[in-house]
């Protein structure tokens, strides 16, 4: 049984940084993907990032050259380190993974499309940047 469990969201103020954790127990690090997605009340969800088990990583468009995806093996941890934060980027932010492999679907669709429909996810956690 694969669990995820998000923390480190917060309040910031534009411009600033926020790093965000997902401990991840039970999955298989011989083939998976993982990512980060977001939602906001009334809008769809949408995929930030995405990192597999041969190290290749993917983002939207939307947060590329501010957000970094990385996965520490030995602690079993996802990271999201956000930089240069805006309002916009206000949501819930969720973890999610699967035990398949994702970067031809990546290409195909995106990691916006992608990566809100993996099969495991978090409880999620607030981000909040003010202006």
């Known amino acids: 049984q694969v669990q995820l469990q998000e923390s480190g969201g917060g309040s910031v103020q534009s411009g600033g940084s926020l790093r965000l954790s997902c401990a991840d127990s039970g999955l298989s690090y011989s083939l998976y993907c993982m990512g980060w997605f977001r939602q906001t009340p009334g809008k769809e969800r949408e995929g930030v990032a995405a990192?597999?088990?041969?190290?290749?990583?993917a983002y939207a468009d939307s947060v590329k050259g501010r957000f970094t995806i990385s996965h520490d093996y030995a602690k079993s941890t996802m990271y999201l380190q956000m930089n240069s934060l805006k309002p916009e980027d206000t949501a819930m932010y969720y973890c999610a993974a699967d035990e398949i492999r994702c970067d031809r679907a990546i290409q195909a669709l995106g990691v916006m499309a992608v990566v809100p429909e993996l099969k495991y996810r978090g409880q999620g956690t607030q981000v909040t940047v003010s202006s």
């Open positions: 990192i597999d088990s041969d190290g290749n990583t």
